[in-house]
């Protein structure tokens, strides 16, 4: 690795950190006008208000809000999220189950999405102009558009209710195997498929038709190397730089953007752990759901931009970034 | 980027106007555009108008009649509790089309605002604001959304001014830029020169000659704010019952779905996907039109 | 038989006035076989005294049939998602009840029919004003880690409910009626309750009734998810939070085995994919359904809908002051609910019309006689013209969003505008509906008109007290009124039941006249089986005892 891009890395590093912490006190602060309390949260609105400040006392919420935090931020530096207070249990685990079953969705949605949307923006491309670029422009364009719970009321109604093909709950029952898993997470994975294959093919259209009327790309045909050679040696892989961008940051989008997905098909992800913390004044799940959300997000932009700057050396010496 | 000096023309609002008229001419010409308008516009009519010609009041209950199928009488069919689909999807257009472009209002101008502040100053100013809304947006819109709403609870106002502040980062964005390309431009520093007020050259100079890039901004954000506020009554922290809402109907009446009564979301959900695909096709022709 | 009524009759000679009072009404006429085994079991006749007494007066014997399944197989329920630890003292929601009901027994078992039942206790009996009842334990019974239950047991568990600084749910519901103390052990096998004050239906407050009440080791340390270790038919195999359990038949419990070899529970957040699932024949059991939404499953010949009466409920709070402080006002708003059409169209059926008290039909108490309130918008009207209010008001109507609270909310609105109040609505999150529960910082118990959700009971008390004495602490509508005061601590105190009958008329009609409350209707507890699934019990307060439940 060139001595440009370990600076500019670290950079990155620090400011994506500043930007988790910033994060973490707002959330805090934020937590802080949520009406009612854990122990209330807990015991119901019926429960006697002794019973109330007893288990407050025990969940040890009953502390000045900044020792909470500072305890809180104390052990997330050493490893630790955190104890729950509606499950009595460290956080962890929760997080760690709800991110892999996002991660699942997430990644039924890119082995989607990505491969068609790529393959729509390189046909758009190459037949620039002609109906099919309209065509695949203009569904691009509309069903980026779509909310997520409009199209999956569409394809519940078609799929689930009217050709029962897929199951309608994206929870599959316990143990099952992993092709009864990909098959309760096709239909939920699919309305984010719409909404993401409007941006890949776009972006891949643009990039492709850049790079087709590129200096290079001419030199290349003028060479007189194959036309398949010309297009995957040159071509694609300028052309699917800004995509790999818009990937990335659209993987920080999906995870979250679940919360309507998760709501609809019953899914417990991270966004639904997320809102239920919220509900419940859960303080540690809550902080620690969002940071995971933030942070997934920063590491992907991260990863985006590494993976742009070792393709494209230009940008390490940072003239537009 | 290469047309950028009609700014140093003697008459700027001459040269404003001409290609004011040419924008609007090219886009009477694009077919998506005039598409995409018309279905605004169709539904525009049917939020102002709506309520005095559907056939039946949309929120008249009959508790007698609920989940009928569509009919000579009830052309969509009747909900859970018997009210006329028909006349609530018709309705249905008036809550979105007035909060959706309330809170791209307010989102484009705080966003406008902190762009022109953070572009204009730049230095620790745009550091520290920059890296608040670099906070902002790590985070879905959507999850910051509903976590204010479950705190401040669900109000016309309140979901206009959430949506529109979460939306004022992305704005902002896009101001910012514009303005950094500007303020190193001569009418800037000319005016610099004569002593005028940050503030006055902000919002006098600078402003008017940015004004292309925040109408898209601005169209392209009220797609995002029916979107987002569809989403967040189907959530349930949008539009409040029992006004006739159609991320709203979805919601109610989804639990019913697998009883076979897709009649009470079907035309919700097309109602929906039809007014933002509208407005996006709209705003793309818009876009392209400015930028030709 | 004869020797039965012989020893009835024997037994009658030695038995209290009280005892001799239920039997007498029984055998009157005054109460009818159902509520004379309530009755009967509230103060401790036993079943055979009850089925003699029965056999002598010519009625069939208790006890429901149901076909007998076969032994062994697995059974797959399905449930909504507990929303935090299942933990016995601090339980508050329904999804924590079924495993505790698998894992943990109670003293007593308030079944179905509201007749309570033995379980860990064999007989309890009052002193001559229901102020001390003395409690027989069942010998021999064994914790799932092996160790013998004795009254120690009983008297700890009982009594970490009743400290307030243990953090108990159970606390609110012994307010005023057991104190930390008031239990104490009399023998191994003997437990008294000292009260607060006289109580004529306490045995339903250690029972089922009171959730949090399933007897724990006297050492219990708070950590009841490590082993679920209660006395139960089930003990616990695995246990994931947020995704299910499974137990295994304990084959050491005190009835005998269970049927089953298995309880394998699932967690759902939402109803609807339990539906599917029991239709789809994934699942032998949802423990819960809600009429809303659930059509498909009420006309499927593999699906068993268990219809239990119940008095679960909606509170239409209207505060006794500003535009509703005048009662004809608040009683024009009761004329104009259509509460049948609401029954048919929203519960398809599965509901009971409320008359505007919390004497649901289901409760043995409740005057029948009592006029049921029908829609009547002329009289509504005149009662707000006569109330100076014919021009109508504006007003907020306060409510959740939960199952059919935002349609009930629609309706109101609608049905209110008949007569000229113009109602808007304001639908919140749970949380921020019941806020803090305190005046001041609770929408629940500060909006002047609002909607609250009230779940199952097995005695009306909590209802009578908590929401309408002019001290009660969830008195939404604000409600004071020194004489209904006293006609409820009248009733809570009366042990015969005639006396009861006679004070929840005279409450029902106080309530009726001045609507503090809308009491619209009260809805059956659904819950749906497999049709090959049989013996299943289950209480309106969402437990299911699985015991003898089996395959068919």
Known sequence: MSGALGPFLLKRLALSLLTLWLLSVVVFFGCQVLPGDPARAILGPLADPRAVAALNEKLGSDRPPVEIYLSWMGGLITGDMGQSYAYRSPVAPFIGSALVNSLKLAATVFAIVVPLGIGAGVLAALRAGRPIDRLISVAGLSLTVIPEFVSSIALILVFAVLLRWLPLSASWPAGSGPLVQLQHLILPALPLVIVLFGYIARMTRAGMVEALSADYTRTAILKGLPWRTVLSRHVLRNALLPTITVIAAQMGYALGGLVVVESLFRYQGIGSLVLGAARAKDFAMLQAGILTVGAFFVVTTLLADIVTTLLDPRLRTGGRR | ?292 | ?552
Not at chain 2, 91 to 105: D, E, F, M, N
């Open chain 2, 1 to 292: 980027m290469s047309e950028a000096l009609p700014l140093t023309e003697p008459a700027p609002g001459l040269a404003r106007e001409a290609r004011t008229r040419g924008v609007v001419g090219r886009l009477l010409r694009t077919p998506s555009f005039l598409i995409g308008i018309t279905i605004l516009l169709f539904w525009a009519v049917c939020a102002v108008f709506a309520p005095s010609f559907v056939p039946y009041d949309p929120y008249a209950d009959d508790l007698l009649n609920t989940l009928q199928p569509p009919s000579a009488e009830h052309w969509f069919g009747t909900d859970q509790i018997g009210r006329d689909v028909f006349s609530r999807v018709l309705v249905g257009a008036r809550a979105i089309l007035t909060i959706a472009p309330l809170a791209t209002l307010v989102g484009t101008v705080a966003g406008t605002a902190i762009g022109l502040i953070t572009g204009y100053f730049g230095g620790w100013v745009d550091a520290i604001i920059g890296r608040l809304l670099e906070v902002m947006l790590s985070l879905p819109l959507i999850i910051v959304a509903l976590l204010v709403l479950v705190a401040l609870g669900p109000s016309t106002p309140t979901v206009v001014v959430v949506v529109g502040l979460v939306f004022a980062p992305l704005v902002a964005r896009t101001v910012r830029a514009a303005v950094l390309t500007e303020r190193h431009l001569d009418y800037v520093a000319a005016a610099a020169v004569r002593g005028e007020s940050a503030p006055y050259i902000m919002s006098v100079e600078i402003l008017p000659n940015i004004t292309p890039p925040i109408i898209v901004e601005g169209t392209v954000r009220l797609g995002y704010a029916i979107f987002t506020i569809a989403s967040l009554s189907f959530l349930g922290f949008g539009v409040q019952p029992p006004t006739p809402d159609w991320g709203l109907a979805i919601a109610e009446n989804y639990g019913v779905l697998i009883g076979g009564f897709w009649w009470t979301v079907v035309f919700d959900t097309a109602a929906t996907a039809s007014l933002i695909v509208g407005v996006n096709l709209a705003a793309e022709s818009l876009q392209r039109a400015l930028a030709e």
């Open chain 3, 1 to 552: 038989m004869s020797k039965l009524i012989g020893f009835v009759n024997k037994w009658r000679q030695g038995a209290s006035e009280l005892e001799n009072g239920v039997v007498d009404q029984f055998l009157l006429g005054q109460l009818d076989r159902r509520a004379f085994f309530r009755h009967g079991s509230r103060i401790g006749l036993s079943a055979a005294v009850m089925a003699g007494v029965l056999q002598g007066a010519g009625f069939a014997p208790i006890g429901r049939a149901f076909a007998q399944g076969k032994s062994g197989g697995t059974i797959r329920v399905a449930q909504i998602t507990p929303s935090g630890a299942i933990e016995p003292v601090s339980v508050a929601d329904q999804g924590g009840l079924l495993p505790l009901a698998l894992a943990g027994d109670f003293l007593a078992l308030d079944g179905p029919d509201l007749v309570l039942r033995p379980m860990l206790a064999t007989s309890w009996k009052p002193n001559e004003d229901g102020s001390v009842w003395t409690f027989t334990l069942r010998p021999g019974v064994k914790f799932h880690d092996g160790r013998t239950m004795t009254a120690d047991d009983v008297v700890a568990s009982i009594d970490r409910l009743a400290d307030p600084a243990n953090g108990s749910n159970a606390l609110s519901a012994f307010k005023g009626v057991l104190s930390k103390g008031g239990t104490t052990k009399v023998d191994d096998l003997t437990v008294k309750f000292t009260l607060d004050a006289p109580n004529g239906n306490f045995p339903y407050y250690v029972s089922s009734d009171n959730y949090n009440a399933i007897i724990l080791p006297a050492d219990y340390k708070g950590d009841f998810e490590k082993n679920f270790n209660g006395t139960g038919p089930f003990k616990i195999e695995t246990y994931t939070p947020k995704v299910g359990a499974t137990f295994v038949r304990n084959p050491d419990y005190w009835a005998g085995p269970a049927l089953a070899d298995k309880v394998e529970i699932s967690f759902y957040a939402e109803q609807q994919p339990q539906v599917l699932a029991v239709l789809g024949g994934q699942i032998d059991l949802v423990q819960q359904i809600v009429a809303q939404g659930s059509q498909s499953l009420f006309d499927n010949p593999a699906v068993k809908i268990l219809r239990l009466k119940s008095n679960a409920h909606r509170q239409i709070h209207m505060k006794n002051k500003g535009a509703f402080a005048d009662k004809r006002v608040r009683q024009a708003v009761a004329l104009t609910l259509d509460r049948p059409a609401i029954i048919k169209g929203l519960f398809k059926g599965m509901a009971d019309p409320g008359n505007d008290s919390p004497f649901a039909p289901v409760f043995p108490s409740t005057d029948t006689s009592v006029p049921q309130r029908v829609k009547d918008i002329a009289k509504a009207k005149e009662l707000m013209a006569a109330a100076g209010a014919e021009k109508g008001f504006e007003v907020t109507l306060t409510t959740m969003q939960m199952q059919e609270l935002p349609t009930i909310a629609s309706l109101i609105r609608n049905s209110a505008g008949e007569i000229g109040i113009k109602v808007n609505l304001k639908i919140e999150d749970v949380g921020a509906y019941y806020g803090d529960a305190v005046p001041g910082k609770s929408d629940w118990l500060d909006s002047e008109f609002g909607i609250t959700d009230y779940g199952h009971r097995g005695t009306p008390n909590v209802f009578l007290a908590a929401p309408l004495l002019s001290t009660g602490t969830w008195n939404s509508a604000e409600f004071k009124n020194p004489e209904y005061d006293k006609l409820v601590a009248s009733y809570i105190a009366a042990l015969d039941p005639a006396a009861q009958k006679a004070q929840a008329g005279a409450i029902q009609r106080l309530l009726l006249d001045e609507t503090p409350v809308i009491f619209p209707y009260f809805y059956d507890y659904l819950t749906a089986t497999s049709s090959k699934l049989t013996g299943v019990e289950g209480t309106a307060m969402g437990q299911m005892f699985l015991h003898k439940a089996g395959f068919v």
